[in-house]
């Protein structure tokens, strides 16, 4: 409320919150409407460590000059009109920024070698779905710092809640903000040249084409927790031919599930792994009580995938848990496996179809 009662002013002039606004100084309009906006609101952070980027920038594009004498270097001259800047409104920030080429080639430079500039391009041109934000939220970040990606989408209806934040990258300040609305909030501060589309209602039967194809999403990270729409997306993705991705906490692990639907049409659904008891419940599942529907979200995956704890919490919810319990430390390690699997996807193709454990509790020493 003490927000509505600050800003209305503000969000009136501009409307579109969650997306940056770019300034070039180099255009005469934009150097009004910058002025306009740092004369009108009172508070507004400026950021400009612009010439920190100028002089990496340099040595990204001439390595040799990191063994020269800092003395031997000129100084650039730089103005105000270099690069662009970027508003944030949410958190009424202006940052100076080196222009989206400069930008990306001085960002994505420490990738250089393990991830080759072939491979960073062919990444770089991908649209990714994001179905679900609670794990969506985690890939779509590490993408996003590891240059996968020129477009996201993101579905989620639901609001940040407190116990979320036992595994969600967020703090207090963003309670009750809508999901995808603070995920494109933390990819466009690492990113602001990246084009996000939001579908904070949620993935329904009126706009589920328009998420998958229009503009068509190259791959589909899919984290709902809507069962019936779990399988619906996948059908419609390999009707599409588009490969669908899924990470699940198990404990402090992780099952990967990998369907290319993009090399064969008749990959079954979550590769077979689906038992015909499991599929009949979820077409019935309006139709089952609450505790039956706890246990199908377990049988979903299948209680022989669970680690012994994960699957005897499920017998407690109701009782002396709230929920399904989850840990940061696999939500974290789910956002490392997403990205690594779209980006190989992509370059070399070699894996395929299938269901994966990533166990952090086989660690071995060395």
């Not at 990496?56 to 800047?85: H, Q, T």
């Not at 729409?229 to 599409?240: M, S, T």
């Amino acid at each position: 409320m003490l927000g509505e009662i600050i800003l209305p002013k503000f969000r009136k002039h501009y409307k579109s919150g969650n997306h940056p606004i770019i300034f070039d100084l180099k255009k005469s309009t934009d150097v009004k409407k910058i002025k306009k906006l740092l004369s009108e609101y009172n508070g507004i952070r400026v950021v400009d460590e612009f010439s920190n980027q100028v002089q990496e920038l340099r040595e990204v594009n001439d390595p040799g000059s990191i063994l020269k004498d800092i003395l031997e270097m000129s100084s650039p001259k730089i103005s105000d009109a270099d690069g662009v800047w970027v508003f944030y409104p949410w958190n009424l920030a202006l940052v100076h920024v080196l222009s989206k080429s400069d930008f990306l080639n001085l960002k994505h430079s420490r990738n250089n070698n393990l991830i080759s500039k072939e491979e960073q391009k062919q990444t770089g041109m991908l649209t990714v779905g994001f179905a679900g934000m609670n794990v969506g939220n985690s890939g779509a970040i590490c993408m996003a710092l590891e240059g996968v990606g020129f477009k996201m989408k993101f579905a989620d209806f639901d609001t940040l809640s407190l116990s979320n934040l036992n595994r969600f990258r967020a703090s207090l300040t963003d309670l009750g903000t809508n999901k995808t609305t603070l995920s494109a909030r933390q990819v466009y501060e690492i990113n602001p040249f990246l084009k996000i589309e939001q579908f904070d209602k949620g993935i329904s039967e009126k706009n589920i084409d328009k998420f998958l194809l229009n503009s068509k999403i190259d791959i589909l990270v899919e984290e709902v927790d809507n069962l019936p729409l779990k399988l619906e997306l996948r059908k419609r993705a390999r009707k599409h031919k588009i490969p669908v991705v899924m990470v699940t906490g198990n404990g402090s692990n992780l099952i990967l599930d990998i369907e290319r639907f993009d090399k064969d049409a008749k990959t079954p659904i979550l590769n077979g792994k689906l038992t015909k008891t499991v599929q009949r419940k979820v077409s019935n599942v309006k139709h089952l009580s609450k505790k039956e529907i706890i246990y199908l979200l377990r049988d979903f995956i299948g209680k022989e995938f669970l680690t012994e704890r994960l699957c005897q919490s499920f017998d407690r919810i109701g009782v002396d848990l709230a929920g399904i319990p989850q840990l940061a430390e696999a939500t974290f390690l789910r956002g490392a496996v997403l990205t690594y699997v779209v980006r190989k996807i992509f370059t070399d193709g070699n894996i395929s179809s299938g269901r994966y454990n990533f166990c952090l509790d086989g660690i071995i020493k060395m």
